[in-house]
């Protein structure tokens, strides 16, 4: 697909303070945004799509590395794998409990968190953790993730709820930035709107919804519920 957008592209300064943004997202001033380290995976690394409980494809849906499911032992649908699948059994079991850590690792990171809230959509942000009380959407708009140069650069998004993209939405890297070093901390459970273009890995607490058309380099991770897919491509990213 192609990254484009109409939408008008504001840019996010980790050292000034910025307020009054129509799409609704605040901003707390700090000094200095903290480099933050990547979130080990451990063995949830390997697979691009991982549940607890069932994977469910509506549709034709290709799955660029390994996938697994565990305790459940449910994979359903039409799925393209071209790694491993592992319903239940101790890889995915492995997984699942190294997910839990790097979930819970992410969670806790706290040092230069720049405060978000509502829309991304129509962003330009740069490395750095970005945390939410509540939920977070891409909408209105694409989310573009610029590592200015630094092909090392970790960006972490801490939320309380709930994140969505609406259809159409894409998040686009600038600068050297990587999907491997995008981390999407999901406090309940994550839904990709139709068509939409996402990077990076989700870490969602309960469930993990990919609908008709998207496309995500990176990874969907579920702690405690299901995963639902729809004629969807989920490629793991380049290390």
């Not at 799509?49 to 499911?69: D, E, F, H, K, R």
């Not at 990076?200 to 990874?219: F, H, Q």
Request: proline share 3%; hydrophobic share 45%; glycine share 12%.
């Amino acid at each position: 697909m192609t990254n484009t957008t109409g939408s008008k592209i504001k840019t996010l300064s980790v050292w000034g303070l910025i307020t009054g943004l129509s799409v609704g997202v605040m901003f707390v001033r700090h000094d200095a945004t903290a480099a933050q380290a990547p979130v080990s995976l451990g063995a949830a690394a390997k697979f691009a799509v991982l549940a607890a409980t069932t994977i469910t494809s509506s549709g034709a849906t290709t799955v660029n590395g390994n996938l697994g499911a565990s305790p459940g032992t449910a994979v359903t649908g039409t799925l393209r794998v071209s790694g491993m699948i592992h319903a239940g059994g101790p890889t995915a079991a492995q997984a699942q409990g190294d997910l839990t850590a790097a979930y819970k690792a992410a969670a806790g990171r706290t040092a230069g968190a720049l405060t978000v809230a509502g829309n991304l959509g129509g962003l330009t942000l740069t490395p750095g953790l970005y945390k939410s009380t509540s939920s977070l959407e891409i909408s209105s708009g694409d989310l573009t993730l610029d590592a200015r140069g630094d092909t090392n650069a970790v960006f972490i998004f801490q939320m309380a709820s709930t994140l969505t993209t609406t259809a159409g939405c894409q998040v686009i890297l600038s600068g050297g930035a990587k999907a491997a070093n995008i981390y999407w901390q999901v406090g309940s459970s994550a839904t990709l709107g139709t068509v939409s273009v996402f990077k990076g890995n989700i870490l969602a607490s309960t469930s993990i919804t990919v609908t008709t058309g998207a496309a995500v380099e990176g990874r969907v991770l579920a702690r405690t519920a299901a995963i639902t897919l729809d004629t969807a491509t989920i490629t793991l990213p380049a290390p």
